[in-house]
């Protein structure tokens, strides 16, 4: 389990933090175990404003600081004003610990102020990048939406820190995972009117990548009756060799693994949301045996079907 601590100050944006806590949370809920925990810090404790006027109690304040593997810097629209000896302190205090540091937004001036990202590549919110530029000149400024190098991590905030998040993810527990977080959130992805449940690519996918696009497609619409990969590759106008190359790169996985991640995932979200039978529900899933439905459920989650119910 992986611990991420925020540290906020007033006037902090929501839809930052909200972009940074939510598809963690996403991740614990898809994979069924507390993958990640965080903690809310500001630099005295007590309550926090975000700039929509949001009142947000923290858990921590800067001189309680718990054991972190990843500390988030967060400041406000008025990040200049931040920087103060005792914060400065602080977050060099934080890093000497082998914590990674990140700065979300305009979190990388404090980093820099601090000392923090000398002989790093980093960006900031772009806005305030140029300024970034010509004051830090130690710092390798990147425009990226994120950049991670080593132990330091930083992103331009609000969107930009869900790609950051993701990309997180996909790092620690492999595509699969994050692809479901980022089908949580609709996120690069559309719902299809025949299945509400289930995800296709969108048009940006189908016209990057038309091939994985038409094969996604096809395994999301025959997820109850399986068919073989040979048979979609030639369906979706490639060689199965192609398609293992394709899959490979993009999931790091087969297609056939990703298939069956995808029918099990499928009979997950039916466990926890429908009152069908096992037996119907692995029937939906693609597979005609129960029994091989329950080995291979429990192989994927760590769980068996009718345990995951009646803990849901």
Not at 47 to 55: A, C, D, H, I
Not at 155 to 160: A, C, F, I, R
Request: positive net charge; aromatic residues 8%; proline residues 4%.
């Amino acid at each position: 389990m992986r611990h991420f601590v925020f540290l906020l100050f007033d006037h902090f944006s929501n839809l930052c933090l909200a972009n940074a806590i939510e598809p963690l949370r996403a991740a614990n809920m898809k994979a069924g175990a507390q993958l990640y925990r965080w903690s809310l810090v500001s630099p005295t404790g007590g309550m926090v404003t975000s700039s929509s006027g949001l009142e947000l109690n923290v858990d921590h304040s800067l001189d309680d600081v718990p054991q972190a593997d990843i500390f988030f810097a967060m400041p406000s629209y008025q990040y200049r004003t931040l920087v103060q000896p005792e914060i400065l302190r602080a977050l060099r205090f934080v890093a000497s610990k082998g914590v990674i540091m990140g700065g979300l937004d305009c979190g990388s001036h404090l980093l820099a102020k601090a000392g923090l990202l000398d002989s790093y590549r980093a960006t900031i919110h772009w806005e305030e990048i140029d300024l970034f530029e010509e004051r830090f000149l130690d710092v390798e400024v990147v425009v990226d939406r994120f950049v991670i190098d080593r132990d330091r991590i930083t992103s331009g905030g609000g969107t930009t820190t869900l790609d950051l998040m993701l990309r997180l993810i996909r790092e620690h527990h492999g595509a699969l995972l994050a692809n479901e977080v980022a089908g949580v959130f609709v996120y690069g992805h559309e719902r299809p009117p025949s299945d509400p449940q289930w995800i296709t690519p969108t048009d940006s996918l189908a016209r990057k990548d038309p091939a994985l696009s038409r094969i996604l497609t096809l395994m999301v619409k025959s997820l109850e009756q399986p068919v073989p990969i040979a048979h979609l590759a030639k369906k979706s106008g490639t060689s199965q060799r192609a398609l293992e190359r394709l899959f490979q790169d993009r999931f790091q996985t087969t297609p056939s693994r990703y298939y069956q991640h995808l029918r099990l995932s499928k009979a997950r979200g039916l466990l926890m949301e429908s009152r069908l039978s096992v037996g119907e529900i692995a029937v939906r899933a693609g597979y005609r045996s129960t029994v091989a439905f329950t080995r291979a459920f429990k192989k994927e989650f760590g769980i068996q079907p009718s345990r995951l119910r009646l803990i849901r």
